[in-house]
């Protein structure tokens, strides 16, 4: 089936199967790679994109079903370098081996912007095998402080 896609403000066009996932086909079809496919079953958040701007788990969502504009983790720098909360997973050391980080951001990037009381809790569908939990909110928490816009 042929569908339309805008990601990262740049519109695709492609051919795919019904039951293509929307990482799939960020990650085969439109060499978009910073969604990681980890566990495939919408357990670890590694995949997780923005569609209409909101956080959602791109290995559970169909392509074809998708009807607004996606962002990906490629889509949160600008021509101005990197988008504050990206600056403060760096600043705060928020990421080990960086295998989670692009769902890690794409959470936090929600988190902020939705102003969430409990952070941790909101951030519990991103798992991070190497324990960079204290470092992934305190991040969250600076741009929070810096009410930097997103």
């Given at each position: 089936m042929d569908i339309s896609l805008e990601v990262n403000g740049r519109a695709a066009q492609l051919s795919v199967?019904?039951?293509?996932t929307l990482l799939d086909a960020l990650r085969e079809r439109l060499d978009i790679t910073g969604p990681k496919k980890g566990c495939d079953r919408g357990q670890c958040g590694a995949c997780t994109v923005h569609v209409?701007?909101?956080?959602?788990l791109s290995c559970l969502t169909l392509a074809a079903t998708v009807r607004q504009e996606v962002t990906t983790v490629e889509g949160l720098s600008t021509e101005d370098g990197l988008a504050p909360v990206q600056r403060a997973f760096v600043e705060a050391d928020a990421q080990q081996c960086g295998?989670?980080?692009?769902?890690?951001?794409?959470?936090a990037v929600a988190a902020i912007r939705?102003?969430?009381?409990?952070?941790?809790?909101?951030?519990?569908?991103?798992?991070?095998r190497c324990s960079a939990y204290p470092n992934i909110v305190?991040?969250?928490?600076?741009?929070?402080?810096?009410?930097a816009s997103l």
């Amino acid at each position: 089936m042929d569908i339309s896609l805008e990601v990262n403000g740049r519109a695709a066009q492609l051919s795919v199967d019904p039951g293509v996932t929307l990482l799939d086909a960020l990650r085969e079809r439109l060499d978009i790679t910073g969604p990681k496919k980890g566990c495939d079953r919408g357990q670890c958040g590694a995949c997780t994109v923005h569609v209409g701007g909101r956080p959602v788990l791109s290995c559970l969502t169909l392509a074809a079903t998708v009807r607004q504009e996606v962002t990906t983790v490629e889509g949160l720098s600008t021509e101005d370098g990197l988008a504050p909360v990206q600056r403060a997973f760096v600043e705060a050391d928020a990421q080990q081996c960086g295998f989670c980080t692009p769902g890690q951001l794409m959470s936090a990037v929600a988190a902020i912007r939705d102003d969430v009381d409990d952070v941790r809790e909101f951030m519990s569908g991103n798992i991070c095998r190497c324990s960079a939990y204290p470092n992934i909110v305190a991040a969250i928490e600076q741009v929070r402080q810096a009410d930097a816009s997103l």
